[in-house]
């Protein structure tokens, strides 16, 4: 009866500690399913402050233009043109109602953008780009590596989720400055440019109908300074696309 007992009590643990180990395991694998749904909002937000960051990087150094005519071409922008180094940037941000914490690394391919004429073969390169003084586009391209986990008092994560993404910016001397051109989960990157087009190599007539793939920047040049009419005549060479025409504007016939 003894021995009986015994068993029964022995087998009783057993399955409370095998319950235990239950409970725990479920609510570690609820854990890692947050902290993974916390990566892809953690990522976007980080992305979004690092363009910004480019963004009003690349405002502040645009040489306002003197008000009437302008008489000659923008200045380039050192940030479009191999002059300016883009830095590291690492973003730590609390999930509202959770212990844990995302930790977002965003790293620059180069440290500096290749210049747009310079026909450069480096990481962030791009073909048919539009280097009209008033668009100066270029690339950049960054690799986002990001850990969700609980938070240390210093603010380092113990990791329960992890991610890498390779994202390109498109940069130009224009409002907003930067914007995603192509992004892709870089477990297996197979490029840099993830879905980037360039546009130039799309250049419309005057006045066409965009098409669908189309991602040129067009930039209409008027003539209203001077005698006869520009309407005949092409832009400068270097005023790219050369298909769009000189108008009259708002100048006098």
Request: aromatic share 6%.
């Amino acid at each position: 009866m003894l021995a009986q007992t015994l068993f029964l009590m022995a087998m009783l643990a057993i399955l409370a500690a095998s319950a235990v180990a239950g409970i725990a395991g479920a609510a570690r694998a609820q854990t890692v399913a947050a902290a993974k749904a916390l990566i892809v909002p953690g990522v976007e937000t980080a992305l979004g402050r690092y363009q910004r960051y480019v963004g009003a990087t690349i405002a502040a150094q645009i040489v306002a233009p003197p008000a009437g005519d302008l008489t000659a071409a923008p200045a380039l922008v050192p940030a479009l043109d191999a002059g300016t180094v883009w830095s590291e940037m690492r973003y730590l941000e609390s999930a509202a109602g959770s212990p844990l914490a995302i930790a977002v690394d965003v790293l620059p391919t180069a440290q500096t953008v290749p210049a747009c004429a310079a026909n450069d073969s480096g990481p962030d390169a791009a073909v048919e780009l539009q280097c009209s003084a008033f668009v100066q586009e270029s690339r950049l391209s960054l690799t986002l590596t990001s850990d969700v986990g609980p938070p240390d008092a210093n603010g380092v994560i113990s990791p329960l989720a992890h991610s890498r993404y390779t994202v390109t910016l498109r940069l130009f001397a224009q409002p907003p400055y930067a914007m995603v051109s192509g992004a892709a989960d870089a477990a297996l990157p197979g490029a840099y440019h993830e879905g980037d087009t360039a546009g130039f190599g799309n250049a419309l007539p005057a006045f066409g109908s965009p098409s669908a793939g189309d991602t040129t920047i067009h930039v209409v040049y008027a003539c209203v300074a001077g005698s006869g009419s520009c309407a005949v005549s092409n832009p400068a060479p270097q005023d790219a696309p050369t298909t769009l025409p000189w108008t009259n504007g708002n100048g006098a016939p």
